[in-house]
């Protein structure tokens, strides 16, 4: 497996591109905008894409997902239904902002203990409410890698106060389904730089070992 960040938007988001280097198969995971950028990517790393995940459905994560996979004509899985009123609010929601943006439906949604596979790579799918009640982290346990969206950031964690939001969820979804994957795993957040859940425990001001003792 293979991976690497292009950031995308205004809010600088991090758009994920990965691959299974045995079929060169791809997905991006949250394409929130800039799609000649992401094409661009996906040209120069030699790859093909065969479909879109979704983290959560805010602006900046999923804004321009359905016009890829129109364009493209690929699936989009995820987010969890839960979110199902922030995607049907993008259209507005891009007005408001002064970002391009449009309303899909997923070709699947998903739910806790699903899998999704690109090329021959199975990502477990985990529910982790709290910044949106439907968001999801992609997980690739022989690579020790997490795609977490806006869950967890390195020395930080989503924000709680959207509409549905829940700081308590928020909690104890990195403390009971992160956590346990295992301090060695790599994450990339939906900004700013990678981290490890190891250093987050060590260091994370909100869920820290420490900071929750």
């Known amino acids: 497996m293979k991976a690497a960040i292009i950031p995308v938007t205004p809010l600088q988001q991090n758009c994920s591109l990965i691959w299974c280097t045995k ?3 791809a997905a991006l995971v949250d394409p929130g905008g800039d799609l000649d950028l992401l094409k661009e990517g996906v040209a120069k790393a030699g790859v093909t894409l065969e479909k879109i995940l979704i983290t959560h459905g805010h602006l900046d994560h999923c804004g321009q ?9 690929l699936p ?4 969890h239904e839960d979110d199902r009123f922030w995607i049907d609010q993008l259209d507005s929601d891009g007005a408001r902002f002064g970002m391009t943006a449009a309303s899909f439906e997923p070709t699947r949604w998903l739910e806790h203990g699903d899998t999704v596979k690109v090329g021959e790579l199975t990502l477990d799918v985990i529910h982790c409410p709290g910044h949106t009640p439907g968001h999801v982290v992609f997980f690739h346990e022989p690579s020790r890698f997490a ?4 869950v967890l950031f390195q020395g930080s964690i989503g924000r709680t106060d959207f509409p549905r939001g829940n700081h308590q969820d928020l909690i104890d979804a990195i403390t009971q389904r992160l956590w346990p994957l295992g301090e060695d795993v790599m994450f990339i957040p939906g900004h700013g730089p ?3 859940f190891g250093r987050e425990r060590k ?5 820290s070992d420490q900071a929750l003792s």
């Open 23 to 25: 079929t060169m198969k």
């Open 65 to 73: 997902a359905g016009m890829l996979a129109d364009e493209l004509g």
């Open 76 to 79: 989009i899985e995820g987010p």
């Open 147 to 150: 795609i977490v969206g806006d």
């Open 194 to 196: 990678t981290s490890t």
């Open 203 to 207: 260091t994370n001001a909100f869920v």
